[in-house]
């Protein structure tokens, strides 16, 4: 199922009108990347290097080893914050445009039995943000055992990709309890999907497109999941009542 989105989602950026929802997140991606770089990776690596186990690999001569996973520390944190801003800016503006785009030319079959609701939808992506800089905070002090410091940042990236896109990719077209059924049925592969945007997020520029991605995956896989969880059925609305047939 992931592949599957992840193929279609290639054959939709075959369509070149798909790319002018990509460059403003891209941008903006960009801009605040070099602009935390330019005014904290360096302090950000100073702090580091003074924490454990940094602090500990610089006092057993290795220095130049606690200066290079600190940096990269650095630079995750940073890119962690600058994704977290264009996701929101994704969220918000560009996932809308892809729903409506694919809703017509790829899932025209399913009917929109969901509630379009900005405020709903802007108020998940919010509460997401919060709980993934919560997350970041909380676990922190896991960065001490081998290893975790590089799997977390993976970690959170992915579950805030999940917590965000899969809700706003369903919120039109899925009932409630057509969510909830969804959401117990594809926790692992929603996931699974979001450490592969969480891990696209850190190939060089090829990144700065991620949350842009993400949402076009996401869309893919959650209109197909819901077309098969309705096993084919074509809803017809009418003004007065829904009929399956």
Same mark, same amino acid.
């Given at each position: ?8 989602s290639l054959?939709?950026?075959?369509q070149?009108r798909?790319?002018l929802?990509?460059?403003g997140p ?5 801009i605040i990347?070099i602009?935390l770089? !330019? ?8 702090s ?11 006092s ?14 650095? !630079?995750l944190?940073i890119?962690?914050?600058?994704y ?6 994704t ?6 445009l ?13 009917a929109r039995?969901?509630?379009?609701s ?20 909380v676990?922190l002090?896991?960065w ?9 940042p993976?970690?959170w990236m992915?579950w805030?990709?999940?917590r ?8 039109v ?23 592969v ?6 190939v060089?520029?090829m ?22 969880l309705r096993?084919g059925a ?12």
């Open positions: 199922e992931v592949i599957l989105a992840l193929r279609r054959v939709t950026l075959g070149g798909v790319w929802y990509f460059f891209a941008i903006f991606a960009l990347m602009g770089s !330019w005014f904290l990776l360096d302090r950000l690596i100073a580091f290097v003074e924490q454990p186990p940094m602090s500990w690999i610089a057993w001569g290795a220095f130049w080893l606690a200066k290079l996973l600190a940096a990269l520390g650095g !630079w944190l890119l962690s914050a600058s977290l801003i264009a996701m929101l800016l969220a918000v503006v560009v996932l809308p892809l729903l409506k785009h694919l809703s017509a030319t790829d899932y025209p079959d399913l039995m969901g509630s379009d900005v405020a709903a939808s802007t108020w998940n992506s919010l509460w997401a943000a919060v709980l993934f800089i919560i997350g970041w905070l676990t002090p896991l001490l055992v081998p290893g975790l410091g590089l799997v977390l993976f970690f992915a805030l990709n999940r965000t896109f899969a809700y706003d990719a369903l919120a077209h899925a009932a409630d309890g057509e969510w909830r059924e969804l959401r117990r049925r594809q926790a692992m592969p929603l996931l699974a999907l979001g450490m945007m969480a891990l696209l997020a850190h060089p520029f990144g700065l497109l991620a949350p842009s991605l993400a949402a076009l995956a996401y869309v893919h896989f959650c209109l197909e999941a819901l077309r098969r096993q074509v809803v017809s609305i009418s003004e007065q009542a829904e009929v399956w047939s």
